[in-house]
């Protein structure tokens, strides 16, 4: 089959919507698809989409040029037009996040399959106006729609009547790292690591405060660019922590191993970058299941739409998740119970196997 994937986003980039676009295309593209992954003109050239994303399976890539920035307002719709008539072309089956290409697809009888990731409130009043009208979500044209959490799907089902629309379905986010399970050690000192944005909703002032009062320990932040990095190195000079820039995700899985513990503090309000929404109630983040497949104890945020993926079987939930003191008395407790460490971390490898890309995108071609 010949399969087009229209994104709107930045490629390569370090954001974690653009690994799991890719890493969606390498799998379909294993699986004996011919895959087309189309983008603006928004990205490092220095940089290779294969190399950066450690791509095994190639599709091709197609980039409109005129969209040399990430396009909002009239853009937006003349990049999902352009968008939606090459994939028109040359495709049997469209698959996006962007609501106005699929609205094309309904418009023009071509089958689509969308992605949801957040409430249609943060689109655009004309997007949203178009979704009031048609009823777009359940017509022939979308042969799936695919939701990143149940709180997701019971949105749109509530919001849109798809009650009895049987090809909607909730598909988590996914890991591809390949790590070995090993056993934690019983050590003096635990590095504890955090992997992802430098944003205060994902709770980087929680482990920059744990540093400050917890000398015992070692933190590690990794993630954001070079000039935060900086900037925080010249913020907070202590000895027990330390500060790496995003890394890339072929090399990742190697310093995952080298961490005792794997921070989640995420804050009641999540943004993304360049939006303003909250996020809180129907994300899946990909940290947790590269976190799941490192094999190695989580502390996470209480915020419930995790516990569709993790109890407390395969991760400690921090209740009063705001105040650092709370993580710090999780994270005394677990320090010296080396049995209760391993059989968290293995649960939670153990239950990673069932959340990849490639079990995604299997989930994707069924029917």
């Known amino acids: 089959m010949n399969i087009s994937y229209i994104s709107n986003s930045a490629c390569p980039s370090k954001l974690p919507s653009s690994l799991q676009i890719v890493k969606t295309c390498e799998y379909l593209s294993k699986y004996g698809n011919q895959v087309f992954l189309i983008l603006p003109n928004t990205y490092d050239t220095n940089l290779s989409i294969f190399n950066f994303y450690n791509i095994k399976y190639n599709f091709e890539i197609i980039r409109l040029f005129r969209f040399k920035k990430f396009p909002i307002g009239l853009n937006y719709y003349i990049f999902s037009f352009l968008s939606f008539l090459k994939a028109k072309k040359i495709s049997d089956l469209i698959i996006t996040r962007n609501y106005f290409v699929t609205f094309l697809c309904f418009l ?16 655009s009043r004309i997007v949203r106006l178009i979704y009031s009208i048609f009823n777009i979500l359940n017509s022939k044209s979308v042969q799936k729609i695919i939701c990143i959490s149940q709180a997701v799907k019971k949105k749109y089902v509530d919001d849109f009547g798809l009650h009895n629309k049987k090809n909607i379905i909730v598909l988590p986010s996914g890991s591809s790292l390949d790590i070995k399970y090993k056993n934690s050690l019983n050590k003096k000192r635990l590095k504890l690591g955090y992997f992802g944005t430098i944003n205060p909703s994902r709770g980087i002032n929680i482990i920059l405060k744990l540093a400050q009062t917890d000398k015992q320990n070692d933190y590690y932040i990794f993630g ?25 995700y072929k090399i990742i899985q190697n310093i995952f191993s080298k961490m005792d513990i794997l921070l989640m503090p995420y804050s009641n309000k999540v943004t993304v970058s360049g939006n303003v929404s909250n996020t809180a109630k129907f994300m899946s983040p990909l940290k947790l299941f590269d976190y799941m497949s490192a094999g190695r104890l989580i502390i996470s945020s209480d915020i419930e739409v995790l516990r569709e993926v993790v109890n407390h079987n395969q991760c400690i939930f921090v209740k009063n998740y705001l105040n650092p003191i709370s993580w710090l008395h999780e994270i005394k407790k677990i320090k010296n119970n080396l049995i209760k460490k391993n059989i968290i971390g293995k649960n939670s490898y153990k239950k990673s196997k069932i959340y990849s890309h490639k079990y995604r995108v299997l989930r994707y071609l069924e029917k």
Do not use: T, V, W
């Open 108 to 123: 023009f009888r071509k089958k689509c399959i969308i992605e949801l990731h957040n409430d249609i409130i943060n689109e």
């Open 224 to 248: 954001g660019s070079k000039n935060q990095i900086e900037n925080l190195k010249k913020r907070y000079k202590l000895r027990n922590l330390y500060l790496k820039p995003y890394q890339h």
